[in-house]
């Protein structure tokens, strides 16, 4: 019986909200590049994905959320999600305050915020991880 090993990537993704709207980086690389995604990207080596989710939204959009703070919305691993390949992310939810200033930074062109009824298309399954907190009763009427 011979077993095939598949190459895994662990990322972290965050949504981040405030009053009907969610924080979106127009990503400058690709795949995908010049679309609106959330916040995320690579959990390095000895850091937890909530770290990481910490770290990627204020590299990102200069928003800074204590690790803590961070709610998981979930896990996302369809396979297909990524057109590199395998990527499994654990998406978070982060309150934001309104009055929060916003830079884009490192991989994000721009950032902005889009009210929830009005968004862009989203890049990878970004669209499914918005889903899912829609979907927990409650969570965007923080």
Same mark, same amino acid.
């Given at each position: 019986?011979?077993?095939?090993? *598949? %190459?895994?990537?662990?990322?972290? /993704?965050?949504?981040?909200?405030?009053?009907?709207?969610?924080?979106?980086?127009?990503?400058?690389?690709?795949?995908? *590049? @010049?679309?609106?995604?959330?916040?995320?990207?690579?959990?390095? =080596?000895?850091?937890?994905?909530?770290?990481? =989710?910490?770290?990627?939204?204020?590299? *990102?959009?200069?928003?800074?959320?204590?690790? @803590?703070?961070?709610?998981?919305?979930?896990?996302?691993?369809?396979?297909?999600?990524?057109?590199?390949?395998?990527?499994?992310?654990?998406?978070?939810?982060? =309150?934001?305050?309104?009055?929060?200033?916003?830079?884009? @930074? /490192?991989?994000?062109?721009?950032?902005?915020?889009? +009210?929830?009824?009005?968004?862009? +298309?989203?890049?990878?399954?970004?669209?499914?991880?918005?889903?899912?907190? %829609?979907?927990?009763? @409650?969570?965007?009427?923080?």
């Amino acid at each position: 019986m011979s077993e095939t090993f *598949e %190459t895994i990537r662990y990322t972290a /993704d965050v949504v981040a909200i405030n009053t009907g709207r969610v924080l979106l980086i127009e990503r400058g690389w690709p795949p995908h *590049e @010049g679309a609106w995604a959330l916040p995320g990207g690579h959990v390095d =080596a000895g850091e937890t994905s909530r770290a990481a =989710a910490a770290r990627e939204l204020a590299e *990102e959009t200069g928003v800074q959320v204590a690790a @803590g703070d961070l709610r998981q919305i979930g896990v996302f691993d369809r396979p297909d999600r990524d057109p590199r390949g395998r990527y499994i992310t654990v998406a978070y939810l982060a =309150a934001v305050p309104a009055d929060t200033p916003i830079v884009a @930074g /490192d991989d994000a062109r721009s950032a902005r915020w889009w +009210p929830l009824s009005a968004l862009p +298309p989203l890049a990878f399954d970004h669209a499914d991880i918005l889903h899912a907190v %829609t979907a927990q009763s @409650g969570l965007l009427n923080d």
